[in-house]
């Protein structure tokens, strides 16, 4: 069946780094566009970021261009989000989300 599994939250500083990873299973991955979004707490969800296949096209937010980086692997079946200049207002729970599914989601804390 399909998964989609996100790890590398947690809790970093104000101008720290992190880096997501999305584990994906069950589904023809390297020709889906993947996303991630977030939803910081009493917020609606909001998308972040998106990389197309087969071409990796690049899209983001106006709130986080510039500081992350979207990327895949096709042939770890991965998709990552790298977080630089991270700001308190990027507390969210992240999600990954492929070919209409989503994954459990991962918290990052942004935290003096």
């Known amino acids: 069946q399909v998964q989609l599994v996100e790890s590398g939250g947690g809790l970093v500083q104000p101008g720290g780094s992190l880096t997501l990873s999305c584990a994906a299973s069950?589904?023809?991955?390297?020709?889906?566009?993947m996303s991630w979004f977030r939803r910081a707490p009493g917020l609606e969800r909001e998308w972040v970021a998106t990389i197309g296949a087969p071409a990796p096209n690049k899209n983001y937010a106006d709130s986080v261009k510039g500081r992350f980086t979207i990327a895949r692997d096709n042939t770890k079946r991965m998709v990552y989000l790298q977080m630089n200049s991270l700001e308190p207002d990027d507390t969210a729970v992240y999600f990954c989300s492929g070919a209409g599914f989503w994954g459990q989601g991962t918290q990052v804390t942004v935290s003096s």
């Open positions: 069950g589904f023809p991955f390297s020709i889906v566009d």
